[in-house]
């Protein structure tokens, strides 16, 4: 006897907009896995949709915040491509919130590709925490 179960694909939301908005509010930024992009490349994939509309959400939840949005790399390649990918994937998330709906007027896309690590380069692990997008208080 086979049993076959099926069920929807679950995908966890690493942050919801409560807990970005209560980051954002303790230290001015809030790290956003869950945006995800092919390596070396700054098109958006379709597997960030929840993290988007969770900032969607924290955006339309609080009409007078307005942020940076604030790409981040791993130190793998040169840094000058890792500078213009940190910039061009960040963005790509602006230009994705504002087909969302969010004013461009509340959003700015800067990249600081490795220069802010949040754990080592010299493991998988970090080098994944590493490669992130930040949402920074204006």
Do not use: W
């Amino acid at each position: 006897v086979t049993i076959v179960e099926t069920q929807p694909m679950k995908q966890d939301v690493v942050a919801d907009a409560a807990a970005l908005s209560a980051s954002i509010a303790a230290s001015g930024k809030a790290a956003v896995y869950g945006i995800y992009f092919d390596t070396g490349k700054s098109i958006v994939k379709p597997e960030s949709g929840p993290a988007l509309e969770e900032i969607t959400r924290l955006l339309k939840q609080n009409m007078s915040l307005t942020l940076f949005v604030v790409g981040h790399t791993d130190i793998v390649g040169a840094l000058d491509n890792n500078l213009k990918l940190s910039a061009d994937r960040a963005d790509a998330v602006v230009k994705a919130l504002i087909g969302k709906g969010i004013a461009p007027s509340r959003l700015r896309a800067a990249g600081v590709g490795p220069y802010c690590p949040v754990s080592s380069n010299q493991t998988e692990e970090g080098k994944a925490k590493n490669r992130r997008v930040e949402l920074v208080e204006q």
